[in-house]
C-alpha cells in the first residue's frame, strides 16, 4: 500500500491501528522496552482483544487490515500475528528509518485537540514577595519559565508577570538562565480604573478609621467581602475560609500589572482570548485565591474564566544550617559540581575556560532537580548529598555529558573528513538505512525521535481545570502518564540512558574501509537526529549544549 511521505506520528499510527480494529476504544499498546521490541512493536494485549472479540479470536480479515496498514503519517506495517500475548505488529523498519531520516517530509503531526489559548499570561506572585528568593520561591518561578518555552515552540504568544525589580533576584535569575521581564509599570488609568471599580463594587465596602485601638492599617482602602461573591456566583474550587479580604494599594498595583498584561497581549493578537496561569506555591495559594476573585469582582471581563492555578508542592531542604536562599543554593551546588568535576576530569576542569561549563552544569543540575517531580508533589533537597544531582544517571549533569559525547563525536568526524580519512556525509536521499539493525538504534527512533514532536505539544497543553481551579497537569499519553512539567526532564534522562547504552557498545567511527562506510553514514544520520532532538529538548529548559565536557 502506498504511504505518503509526511513525517510519520505516534498518534496518527495508533489511531490507524484502531480504526484497523474496526473499534472505537485504544486497544494498542506502543512497546518501549528493548526486550519487546525485539518480537514487537505494537501489542493489542489478550485481555483487551477478549473483550472486544468473540473467544478472544481476530477474524482473518481484521489481520488482513490491520498488516496493510500505511498512508501519510502513518508507519507501515511488516506483519501482524495473533500469539498468547494478543495481536502483534512489527513495522516496517527500513521504512520508517527512511521517512524520519530521510529527506524533509511534509508537516508534522497536527495539533492535538482540545482548545488552547492564543495568548497565555504567566504570573508567578513568587517575585513580589519581600527578602532573597528562597528555593521553595524558585520553584514556581522555575516552572513558569519552562512552561513559557514550550508554549512558545507550539507558536503561542505568551507573557510573564510580575517585572522583576529587585537587583539580587534579577542576579539569581540570571544565574539560573531564567528569562523574565525586569521592567513593567502599571500606567495611571489602569490602576485608576481599577479604583472607579472598586467604589461602585456592591461588595466592597470603604475602611473606616476611628480613634480605637481596633483601626485598621493605614494602607488598607477596601474592605472586599469575598465569600458574598462566591456563593452568588456559585464558583466551585475555593478555600472555604476565604472571607473578607483587605484590599491595600499594593494589591491594586499587582491587579494593575495583571490587567495591563492582558490587555497587551490581545491587542498584539488581534483580541485573542488570553489564558492566565497563576503558578504559585501551595503556601501562596491562598492568597492567589483572594486575588483571583478580586480581579474578577473588579473586572468581570471573558478572561476571568480561563483564569487557572498551577499549584507547586511544597520543597523541604534538609541539613540546612539556616534558611538557604536560591543564591546560596546555587551557589552550594555549584561548588558540589566543581568538585566532582575535579575528581573526575582532573586539573582539567579548573582551567578557567571551564568556568562557562560549571555554570550550566550547576543550571541544569537545579533545573532538573526542580522539573523531574511532578508539580503537585514535595522536593526534598538534600544539600549535603549531592550524588543525585551532580553525578547519578538521572541528573541533569549526566544529560549534559550525553549531550557533549554528541558533539565531541560530530566534532571528531569532521576533523576526519578535513583530514582526508573519511568522505563527507552524503545526502540523505543517498543513504542505505537497511544498514540500521541495531536494537538500540531501532529504540532510539521508536521511542524518541517518532514520538518527540507530539511529546512537545502535550508537554504544551494545558487543560482546564476538571473542577475547581487547580490544572491537574496529567497526560494520558507521553512519558508514562507523568505530569506535563516532568515529561522534558523524563524524556531527556530516559533518553540519556539507552543513547548512552548504545554509544557504549556501537562503535560509529569505524575503520576507514569503503565497505563500512554505508553503516557509518546511517548511523551519523540516526545520531545527528538525536542530538537535534537534544538541542530542542534543551532549549525549553534554556539549557544551551556542551560542546565537551
Known sequence: METGEERPGLAATLRALNVALGRPASLWVKESSARNLRHRDFLAPRAALGAAFAGGRVPSDVVAAVTALGGPGVLAVRGCRQTAAGLEVQLRRCEAFRRLLGPPPGPGPAPLPGPQAAVVLLHCPALRCPGDLTPRRLRPVLLADHLAQLLRAQGVSTFQ??????????????????????????????????????????????????????????????????????????????????????????????????????????????????????????????QQQQMDLLWRILDPGACMDLQKHLVCGPVKVTNPLSPISADQYFQLRKRQMYEASVMKYGELAQDEAWTEVIDILTVAAIRFEMLSTAHRSQITLDLENSSISTKGTKSGAFVMYNCARLATLFDTYQRAVERGTYPPLPPASELNFSCLREEGEWLLLFSYLLPFPEVLQQAAQLPPPRKGLRITA????????????????????????????????????????????????????????????????????????????
Open 474 to 549: 496529567n497526560t494520558e499519553a507521553g512519558a508514562e502518564g507523568c505530569s506535563w512539567e516532568e515529561m522534558v526532564c523524563k524524556f531527556l534522562i530516559q533518553l540519556s540512558m539507552d543513547f548512552s547504552s548504545y554509544y557504549n557498545r556501537v562503535h560509529i567511527l569505524g575503520e576507514p574501509f569503503p565497505h563500512l562506510f554505508d553503516q557509518m553514514f546511517a548511523r551519523l544520520q540516526l545520531l545527528g537526529a538525536v542530538r537535534d532532538m537534544f538541542h530542542n529538548a534543551l532549549a525549553t529548559l534554556h539549557l544551551p549544549p556542551l560542546s565537551q565536557i
Open 161 to 286: 508577570v510580575p517585572a522583576v525589580t529587585d537587583k539580587r533576584s534579577r542576579e539569581v535569575l540570571q544565574q539560573l538562565r531564567v528569562e523574565w521581564p525586569s521592567g513593567s509599570t502599571p500606567s495611571p488609568e489602569t490602576l485608576s480604573a481599577l479604583k472607579q471599580s472598586l467604589s461602585q463594587c456592591p461588595y466592597a465596602t470603604p475602611c473606616e478609621r476611628g480613634s480605637g485601638v481596633a483601626s485598621p492599617p493605614e494602607d488598607i482602602i477596601y474592605n472586599v467581602h469575598l465569600r458574598s461573591f462566591v456563593e452568588q456566583q456559585g464558583l466551585e474550587g475555593y478555600d472555604p475560609n476565604l472571607g473578607v479580604l483587605l484590599v491595600t494599594e499594593e494589591k491594586l498595583q499587582s491587579l494593575a500589572e495583571l490587567q495591563q498584561a492582558v490587555l497587551q497581549g490581545m491587542a498584539g493578537c488581534q483580541g485573542s482570548c488570553c489564558s492566565v496561569v497563576h503558578v504559585v506555591s501551595c503556601e501562596e495559594e491562598f
